[in-house]
């Protein structure tokens, strides 16, 4: 925006030159914009010489835009260096530099050869340069007078034919490493001259540029008025770009062909070579020698798929003619994505990725020049793979490449037929510009996989862009264009080529370019620009054949082909935003509507909405609560109409300035791995030298923006520090102040000028070498009043407004002045908090601007220590401190001290805390409460400091007449002062009456502004509108005259509706008027609910209508058989304007009978009825609890269904080969049914289950399973009715087959049916029952005899204190469902507690007492009991006390051993208490014979259980059990347990457990027999057998075997997926299905733009059953193209294609560190922006209950009371609500919850008691005021027991469990000791793209102050979606997915209470894949005894003898460790 200043002002440049980065070979354009009165000169210097413009530099300046651009054609070497701008007038001058530097001419794609490159830069180079640049100088100086003229001549032929852009700049410039798209150019000649000059260029710098854009750019329409000729005009709108985010592709691409036809248009991805062009040359040029290579190039020698890379050095240095080319065999290598080059200084080199066998031979680079040329050779050699490497199945994987190769024979001998067009590309016609094309044939050979499709355009390749894909997938070929260009238009070829010949077709077709322009754009400033640009298209198409184009109506429905997005985590106050493409594009007629709620979503300051071309979104700033919704977009033309949705949910501002910072330290770690990987390994050589003085405007106007830089070198210190000074004090960045230090560039810019902003800026640069400095004066003159005139002329007046709000905070700033502190206002003592709550302290300090201020915070006299908190703030005097979470040892003083220079001052403020009461009173939502808190205090404490302004109120400006059409929006608008007056008082009146504000009428008034907005207004609105402005001075009056015309066709609303507005506006009004409106009718249903009959656990809804509905004192009541209807989480009642209604979910018999709902008012009552029949279950309950995920399980399943039922074969009719067994169970046992079935892997089998012929479905009683053939059926609890006959039926394709058993349920005689809410009282009333029901159960089932204890109980019976102990026994017999086991200590029962831990499991019963004391000492007794006897065992431990303990050994040889282990791990005070015993199973594995596909289980126990130092091993045949999803072990509290969920032959063999601690070890082994199927034949491990396996598979077989499948060629049964729009970094993921599923010869290969991709840490692929699939992780930009899916098998081949298109982010992360800063700096540029209708928000008044308090007031005792009231204003954020009972505050618990949410109100109390009943009283209070509603509660007492129940039918059952008496307990109080972990973490070596897992176990388990922190390297954890931590019942887990080497480190876990802290250590190391040798194993030497075994060990009978030594290499899987007892080997068990 021009600014017009009054009088003349310096120069000053309003759009700087940006930094930017260039492919050699292409233009480079720099823009800028230069302002001044009178208007400035401008002259372009290039290392101090004046430039002068020719061919190659072309410079522009127009004078009446002041654009200032440089155009540099063919940019190469030699065009380096620092190019100055400088404009003049006589008022003073302006600089702005642009600098290019050497890299600018290396490809965009980094390689890894780019550091090189990078230090090819030499002074001697630089010096070389300049010598040369001197010897011009003279010969310019004598050409510069002829070139001027021609210059001025160029100049008047290039007048109004640049392109006007407008820029919104960005607070930063950077570099980026996207590559820029080559320039589009168009010249004109003209006839009068007698040279050829450039008469306009337009140039369009790619979207990918460096300059990041935080508005939208939108350009004009680039036109030339000197055009002879007529040419087609290319259009595009450019799409807004986000400021955190950048596109790869260029969005809008505008061109104009003048004399020749534009060339097609490329996207370069990488650095191309170009052949010297034409160029004129200059008359005078510097004569170069020959070239001749200094260093040759070296012969290369690499591995195959590794990067090749060649260089050399040529001379001489600088010459612009040298061009390089690069030979393979004598063959010209061209330019490729694999293939890149570089010239630079001297330096050449050519890098090759991926290399191939075919790549080797002789390579040859020459150099040519005008002088002449040189050659340099050197040979390639490549290393071919041998094998695929692999660790585990090398033998395998030979026998695969051997039968790859014969099956490629097979292939090659193949007759392949030439390619032939059996559908040739069809001609397309004419078709309009900006619509999509496709062209599309077939072709035969279709599945020739060597096939090569190319398609032309004119006879030119055609190169693939965002623009045009191409499609080639199974025979099939197309040609895909989106949005249409001019050049476009022609023929096109396709062209397919294989080694038996080629085919062609061709197609053609035109384009119709478009006329007019979308002109989407809502700024009136320009229209005007728009319609010169139409006026410029009607000249242009006036030239051309004159033909008038229609627009075409739409053929198409509308459709989305990308949906909006949840915008689920958007900050308070954030934006938010949403997009989506649209088709048709070209549907001039096409109407897009924006929804939110389903209301329409109206344009606003804050709301944007944008539709072009395809391209809709939608813009929310500042988002708040009331923008939460569903919005949607509704695209409608006359062909039909589409809808897409998304929800937008906001975070509060805490948890956003939680994520803000999480963010913040994620930037900070990503730029530190950014700038670490682009590091130079470069030494410093040099301190600071600043290679050009700071130069910029000196002097500048007040508001103008001043700008410095200058050059600094050396460039490549990363550790060099750019400080600013302002007279001496650091400068600070801020939103008006902003610095760039850039490689080398050095500016600071100071955004609107001020006065104090005059004197000297010195820059200091510092690095390890020495300092710098530079200085400059700033010199601002200020004025009278700067004029802020704009192009957007509405915006004048709220300009103003703004700028007088800058103006009031500038004064304050002024006002403060150094000095020594004052604290303006003290810290204040809080009210006493309880216990959990956060405490606020602030205050107001001044000098507010002084640097050297110090603030401190102590707490009772220590510095308080600022942690998670404990918060500080100081910003702009503003002190506070938040204490989050206070405890009773928070209580006390808090004092601040603030200290500077010149003095100290401090304020003190007390805290009380009280102890928390067994009411839980504090908030769901702390964050909320805080900042309502502080938003309160806030207002409160402004409104305070306010200084009253003692004048009486004015109208500066008066409200306006204003006549409107009714229907239309009408706003009134005056200014009023004083401003700073807080007792003004504004209102509206409408002929003479109080204005009612309400939905139609909102006022505003802020600072100064007063305004009336009426929306839709009617003719009833035409009066007389006063403004009214009170204050304690006296009253001003301002009116205006509203008149609206009526409208003839306008339908009248009825009487009822208008009392609806009516009522509406007067419930929003500001007034706090109780009741405004009477009742004037008494109730009437216009409609009745209606009888309904539902089953069992459904829903029942019952709805009327009734009358009056706008009556506030209606009161409506349900009855249920004439009582009161209990509220609750079942029953919902609706009643919103005259619709009343009732649900109920989940219904239940008792709920069946006559509902009553009774209205009541002032006037009578009306009831209707209605009745209600349940249909209850009579014997299984089917239905679940939860319905929405039933319904989602529904939808899965059905989902799962359709998606597989074409895959698979069924290969035979279903067989069960198991059967089910009959069950006689107990009432409440749980009964099991299972079976086995084949087919197993066919989909289409359904397997149903039946109960007495009658189907049974799933519920949350019953859960059936069909896994892989396994067949089962489970019912947690049984009753008698589910006694019957249970069937399976299954049934597929080719039959079905059925089986049954019989279940048999004793009955309880009368036990309670139903579900318990009380889980413990459950079971043992299951216990009761099974009691009574043993003596029917049949002989076989009730034990045989009496307990009896096979191992008697034992453990250590000699403990210290504070060690743990363990007694285990075993039990006979098992399995006894009547065995009870009891334990006691001392005769008497054992205490329940956290530390007593018993078990009894598979007759084995454990007891662990944890963290034993002395008083634990005794006699320990456990009893088993059951119907036949008891029997009972007993063992005495003993625990000496920490007083008795002896600390002199016994044995000098365990000491010292001792100290060894300690030295080697510390460990923590409780494990060294421990004194372990070696391991010892308590019984030996099992053999397991099983057949394939079975699961395999072995388990065993396991002694000492809390050893921490125990590992448990699992080997098989010697070797470690290998880890995956088919091998689970388990190690828990003693049990160990090794499953496999389904066996294969090959894992027959020898499983081992070795169970190892710090004392010795043990192992216990047993064998795994698995029987394999005839239909598989498995390579083996065992190298021994493979000859023989060979022998096998070429013996002919004698027996039958099973049905095979039958193996067919490859199919790909679905396409592959595209990916598009993919964002760098995400995970791409394709998929598709493939058939045969069951061939073992199928091989599957992944290529990408027809090269194989290598498998590795990024790419993962997927091959099981038919489904495969590529997952790209993190990806790249670079992993944009074409991917191919190639599947081959000994019958053929087939492949799928899908593309993949990922957009590049930007290279530096330029999200801000400081959000506060951000924020502001967008407010000041949204000043310079548009007028903006801003919606002001709805008057907050005095709260008013628009309906009280009401609900049931009689209820009984155990019920659940609930009620609920509406209260206004909905939008007031100051707004509490407080509930008394009985006079006193309530406090809310776990059985009182209240709500207040957008202005409703509600208090519900569970389980109500008898002192619940009183008045309960509901207070809404804010600023203006209170008001109160009250509502009395009567409770009916009931006995000592609570007798209702939701099952009437087990009463008696539970009265009569009662009458047995009840148990007194005691309940004592928890007391809990120090944290101490039982199990210590285990050291971790993965590796990479491993996921890790730590595991420890803590005590004491139940304490709720225990905090579990976790660290890494000495730092808190960060935890993510990665990274995730878990503390469950004493189990703590650290899990972390997909490891890296970055999470390498030491990791503790830190446990606290409140009697001390814990912590436990582990280390995670990952393994480095390129440690392995060529055959993918580490190298590793023989074995070594670093300590060799103890020679002799003396030891009595009976003890444990232990051998120990050490062995190197420690990481060697192969080594085999044996132990041999007098020369023969040991035999190994437990």
């Known amino acids: 925006m021009a600014v017009k200043m009054e009088g003349a002002s310096p120069p000053v440049f309003e759009q700087i030159f940006r930094n930017a980065r260039f492919a050699q070979g292409g233009n480079a354009l720099f823009e800028g914009k230069v302002a001044g009165s009178p208007r400035p000169q401008v002259v372009w210097t290039r290392k101090g010489l004046q430039m002068q413009g020719s061919d190659k530099h072309q410079m522009m300046y127009d004078e009446a835009s002041g654009k200032v651009s440089l155009l540099i054609k063919a940019i190469g070497p030699g065009d380096e260096g620092e190019y100055t701008c400088t404009a003049l007038n006589p008022y003073g001058e302006a600089i702005c530099t642009v600098y290019i530097s050497p890299e600018a001419t290396k490809a965009v794609k980094k390689s890894r050869s780019s550091h090189k490159l990078h230090k090819s830069k030499s002074g001697h180079d630089q010096q070389m340069l300049q010598q040369q640049q001197q010897l011009q100088l003279q010969q310019q100086q004598q050409q510069q007078m002829q070139v001027q003229e021609q210059q001025q001549l160029s100049q008047q032929s290039m007048q109004k034919s640049v392109q006007q852009q407008s820029f919104q700049q960005s607070s930063s410039v950077q570099q980026s490493s996207s590559a820029m798209s080559s320039s589009q150019q168009s010249f004109q000649q003209q006839s009068a001259a007698n040279f050829q000059q450039s008469a306009s260029s337009s140039f369009q710098q790619a979207a990918s540029s460096s300059v990041e854009q935080s508005s939208m750019s939108s350009s004009s329409m680039q036109q030339s008025s000197s055009v002879q000729q007529s040419s087609s005009v290319q259009q595009s709108s450019n799409f807004q770009q986000s400021s955190t985010q950048q596109s790869a592709i260029s969005s809008s691409n505008q061109q104009m062909s003048m004399m020749k036809e534009a060339e097609p248009e490329v996207i370069y991805l990488k650095h191309v070579e170009r052949q010297a062009q034409q160029q004129k040359r200059e008359e005078i040029t510097n004569k170069y020698a020959a070239p001749q290579f200094m260093t040759p190039l070296m012969n290369v020698s690499v591995n195959e798929g590794d990067r090749s890379h060649f260089e050399a050095k040529v001379g001489p240095v600088g010459d ?98 030439a390619p032939k067009f059996t559908r040739p590309l069809a001609n397309l016609g004419e078709r309009i510009e900006g619509s999509s094309i496709k062209l599309e044939g077939q072709i035969n050979p279709s599945s020739d996989s060597s096939m090569k499709i190319e398609w032309y355009k004119d006879g030119q390749p055609i190169t693939a862009s965002s623009r045009i894909g191409t499609i080639f997938s199974f025979g099939y070929v197309s040609l895909n264009i989106s949005d249409l260009r001019a050049e476009d238009a022609g023929t096109y070829t396709c062209r397919a080529i294989n080694k038996s010949g080629e085919d062609r077709s061709q197609a053609s077709f035109s384009v119709k370019a478009s006329t007019s322009m979308t002109a989407s754009t809502g700024l009136e400033e320009q229209r005007a620009y728009i319609q010169k640009t139409e006026q410029l298209e009607m000249y242009q198409a006036s030239k051309m054949t004159k033909s008038e184009m229609t627009i075409e109506q739409p053929t198409q429905a509308p459709e989305f082909k990308t949906n909006i997005k949840d915008q689920l985590e958007v900050k308070e106050g954030g934006f938010a935003h949403f997009e989506a493409r649209l088709e048709p594009m070209g549907d001039h007629t096409m109407k897009v509507e924006w929804m939110k709620d389903g209301k329409a979503v109206e344009a606003s300051s804050r709301t944007t909405s944008f539709f072009n071309f395809g391209y809709v979104a939608l813009t929310v700033k500042q988002v708040a609560h009331h923008d939460q919704g569903t919005y949607s977009c509704i695209a409608t033309n006359a062909c039909g109409r589409t809808e897409t949705k998304a929800q937008l949910r906001m975070i509060s501002k805490a948890d956003a300035e939680f994520q803000s910072k999480s963010w913040e330290s994620i930037q900070k770690m990503e730029t530190k791995k950014v700038e670490s990987s682009m590091e130079f390994h470069q030494e410093v050589t040099s301190s600071p030298k600043f290679v050009s003085a700071l130069k910029g405007t000196s002097v500048v106007v007040e508001g103008q923006k001043a700008h410095f830089e200058c050059r600094v070198e050396p460039q490549n210190d990363p550790k060099m520090q750019i400080q600013w000074y302002f007279n001496g004090q650091v400068l600070s960045a801020s939103s008006r102040i902003q610095t760039f230090h850039d490689f080398g560039y050095v500016a600071i810019d100071i955004n609107e000028a001020r006065q104090e902003d005059s004197g000297t800026y010195t820059l200091v640069a510092t690095n390890i070498l020495g300092t710098e400095k530079a200085e400059v004066k700033l010199n601002v003159n200020a004025h009278a009043q700067v004029d802020f005139s704009t192009l957007h002329s509405t915006a004048v007046q709220q300009t103003a407004k703004f700028e007088t709000k800058q103006e009031v905070r500038q004064e304050f700033e002024e006002v403060a002045a150094h000095g020594p502190p004052v604290f303006k206002t003290t810290l204040v003592s809080p009210e006493p908090v309880t216990d959990g709550k956060n405490i606020h302290l602030e205050g107001r300090l001044e000098p507010i601007g002084d640097p050297s201020m110090k603030v401190e915070w102590f707490f009772n006299g220590r510095p308080l220590t600022i942690g998670s908190r404990f918060k500080t703030y100081n910003d702009f005097g503003f002190i506070a401190l938040d204490i989050l979470g206070v405890t009773t040892l928070d209580q006390g003083q808090y004092t601040c001290r603030a200290s500077n220079k010149l003095g100290e001052a401090s304020t003190q403020a007390n805290v009380q805390v009280l102890a928390k009461s067994s009411v839980i009173t504090e908030t769901e939502h702390e964050s909320a409460m805080q900042q309502i808190s502080y938003l309160e205090k806030e207002k409160v404490k402004l409104v305070s400091e306010e200084e009253a302004v003692k004048a009486a109120p004015s109208f500066t400006k008066a409200l306006k007449n204003i006549e409107a059409p009714e229907g239309q929006n009408i706003h009134m608008e005056a200014r009023l002062s004083p401003t700073g007056d807080s007792t003004m008082r504004v209102e509206w009146t409408f002929n003479g009456k109080p204005l009612k504000s309400g939905h139609r009428f909102r006022p505003a008034y802020d600072f100064d502004y007063v305004a009336l907005d009426v929306l839709s207004v009617y003719p009833e609105d035409s009066g007389v509108y006063t403004c009214h402005a009170r204050n304690a001075y006296g009253e001003a009056v301002s009116s205006a005259t509203i008149k609206i015309i009526g409208q003839a066709q306008v339908v009248s609303e009825s009487r009822t509706e208008m009392s609806q507005f009516a009522y509406l506006e007067k419930k929003t009004s500001g007034r706090a008027e109780f009741q405004e409106e009477t009742t004037t009718q008494a109730p009437v249903f216009t409609s009745s609910p209606k009888s309904s009959e539902v089953k069992e656990g459904q829903k029942a809804h019952f709805e009327a209508r009734i009358i009056p509905v706008s009556d506030p004192t209606l009161k409506v009541e349900w009855m249920l058989n004439g009582q009161p209807i209990k509220l609750g989480s079942r029953f919902r009642e609706g009643h919103d304007f005259g619709f009343v209604s009732l649900d109920i979910s989940h219904v239940l018999p008792e709920d069946a009978g006559q509902y009553t709902c009774r209205a009541t008012n002032n006037l009578g009552q009306a009831v209707c009825s209605c009745n209600l029949t349940v249909k209850a279950n009579q014997t299984i309950v089917k239905e679940t609890i939860h319905e929405s995920a039933l319904q989602q399980i529904n939808y899965l399943e059905s989902q799962r269904s359709t998606q597989t039922q074409e895959e698979g074969l069924t290969t035979q009719a279903p067989v069960f080969t198991a059967n089910m067994r009959d069950v006689q169970v107990a009432e409440g ?348 034949l498995l390579d083996t491990l065992d190298k021994d057998r493979l000859s023989q396996l060979r022998n096998l598979e070429q013996r002919e077989r004698t027996r039958q075997e099973d049905v095979e499948s039958v193996i067919t060629k490859p199919v790909f049964t679905t396409p592959l997926n595209n990916v598009d729009g993919a964002m760098e970094g995400a995970h791409v993921h394709l998929e598709c299905r493939l058939e045969p599923v069951n061939d073992p010869n199928l091989r599957v290969e992944w290529f990408v733009n027809s090269k194989a991709i290598k498998i590795g840490s990024r790419f993962r692929t997927t091959h099981d059953f038919g489904y495969v699939a590529l997952d790209v992780l993190q990806a790249y930009e670079e992993d944009s193209g074409t991917y191919m899916c190639k599947a081959t098998n000994k019958l053929g081949e087939a492949v799928n294609t899908g593309s993949v298109s990922v957009t590049a982010r930007k290279g530096l992360l330029l999200d801000s560190q400081h959000p506060e800063g951000w924020e502001k700096m967008r407010e000041l540029e949204t000043r310079r922006k548009g007028a903006r209708l801003e919606v002001e928000e709805t008057t907050v008044t005095a709260p008013k209950f628009v309906t009280q308090l009401q609900g049931v007031t009689s209820l009984s005792e155990g019920q659940s009371a609930h009620f609920e009231a509406q209260i206004e204003p909905i939008h007031d954020s100051s707004l509490r ?66 007798t209702s129940s939701q099952r009437p039918e087990g009463l008696e059952k539970i009265k009569e469990l009662e009458s047995r008496g009840q148990r007194s307990r005691t309940d004592e109080i928890q007391t809990f000791q120090k944290p101490v972990f039982t199990t210590a973490l285990q050291n971790c070596v993965m590796q990479e793209n491993q996921s890790a897992h730590l595991a420890a176990r803590l005590i004491p388990v139940g304490d709720p102050s225990l905090k579990v922190e976790w660290m890494k390297d000495g730092k808190v954890l960060e935890t993510g979606s990665r990274i995730k931590t878990s503390l469950d019942f004493g189990l703590v887990k650290l899990d972390i997915d997909s490891i890296r080497t970055s999470d390498v480190g030491i990791y503790t876990c830190k446990a606290v209470n409140l009697n001390g802290e814990a912590t436990s250590t582990t280390s995670i190391k990952v393994q480095d894949e390129r440690a392995a040798g060529e055959d993918g194993a580490k190298e590793v030497g023989p074995p070594k005894f670093v300590t060799q075994v103890a020679s002799k060990v003396d030891i009595s009978e009976g003890q444990s003898a232990h051998f120990e030594a050490r062995l190197s290499p420690t990481e060697d899987p192969n080594m085999k460790v044996e132990w041999f007892k007098n020369g023969e080997p040991l035999p190994s068990g437990h």
């Open 1777 to 1842: 609500v407080e509930f008394l009972h009985n006079g006193k505050q309530l406090q809310q618990a776990s059985r009182i919850h209240t709500v207040c949410d957008f202005g409703y109100v509600a208090l519900d109390i569970g389980s109500l008691i008898s002192s619940d009943a009183g008045e309960y009283i509901c207070i809404a209070k804010n600023t203006l005021g209170e008001t109160r509603s009250s509502i009395t509660l009567n409770i009916s007492a009931r006995g000592s027991l609570d």
């Open 1229 to 1576: 046992v749980p009964a099991h049914f299972e079976a086995k079935l084949v087919p197993i892997g066919d989909p289409k089998l359904k397997v149903e289950w039946l109960k007495d012929g009658h189907p049974i479905e799933a519920s949350n009683r019953m859960s059936t399973l069909h896994d892989f053939g396994f067949v089962a059926l489970d019912l947690k609890y049984t009753r008698p009715s589910d006694s019957g006959k249970y069937s399976i039926r299954a049934l597929n394709g080719l039959g079905e087959a059925t089986v049954s058993a019989n279940l048999k349920v004793l009955s309880g005689k009368g036990g309670a049916e139903m579900e318990s809410m009380h889980g413990d009282a459950l079971q043992k009333i299951a216990y009761l029952e099974r009691t009574k029901t043993t003596k029917d159960q049949n002989e076989e089932d009730a034990p045989q005899h009496a307990p009896q204890f096979v191992a008697q109980l034992q453990g250590k019976t000699q403990l210290l204190e504070g060690q743990n102990a363990h007694l285990e026994c075993r039990i006979d017999p098992y399995p006894d469902s009547t065995l009870k086991v009891e334990w006691f200590c001392n005769g008497k029962p054992l205490p329940f507690g956290n530390r007593w831990r018993t078990s009894y499991d598979f007759g084995f019963a454990a007891l662990d007492i944890l963290g034993c004391y002395a008083e634990d000492s005794g006699k320990y007794t456990i009893k088993a009991t059951n119907i036949l006897g008891s029997a009972e065992s007993s063992a005495n431990i003993s625990i000496a006390t920490g007083k008795g303990l002896l600390l002199d050994t016994d044995h000098q040889d365990a000491l010292n051993k001792i100290k060894y282990l300690e030295s080697k791990h510390q460990k923590t005070a409780e494990e060294e208490l421990c004194a372990p015993e070696p391991p010892q199973f308590g019984r030996p594995l099992k053999n397991i014979n099983l057949e394939e596909g079975q699961a395999a289980h072995f388990e065993t126990t396991l002694t000492p259980v809390n050893d921490a130092s125990m590992r448990v091993e699992w080997m098989f045949n010697g070797k470690p059990v290998p880890q995956g999803h088919r091998f689970r072990t388990t190690y828990d509290f003693g049990f160990v347990a090794l499953d496999i969920l389904y066996a294969y032959p090959e894992d027959s063999g020898i499983y081992s457990c070795v169970a190892k601690n710090v004392l010795g070890e043990t192992s216990s082994q047993c064998t795994l027999q698995v029987q394999g199927k005839s239909g598989l």
């Open 320 to 417: 612009p003619s040298m061009v390089v080319e690069w030979y393979c065999n004598g063959t010209l290598i061209p330019a490729s994505s694999r293939v890149t080059t570089a010239c630079q200084f001297g330096f050449v080199s050519m890098d090759m990725l991926s290399t191939t066998s075919s790549d080797a031979g002789e390579y040859t680079c020459v150099v040519k020049s005008e002088a002449g040329n040189d050659k340099s050779h050197c040979t390639l050699t490549v290393v071919a793979k041998k094998e695929i490497e692999s660790e585990m199945h090398s033998q395998s994987l030979r026998m695969v490449q051997e039968s790859q190769q014969s099956q490629q024979v097979i292939v090659q001998e193949e007759i392949v037929p």
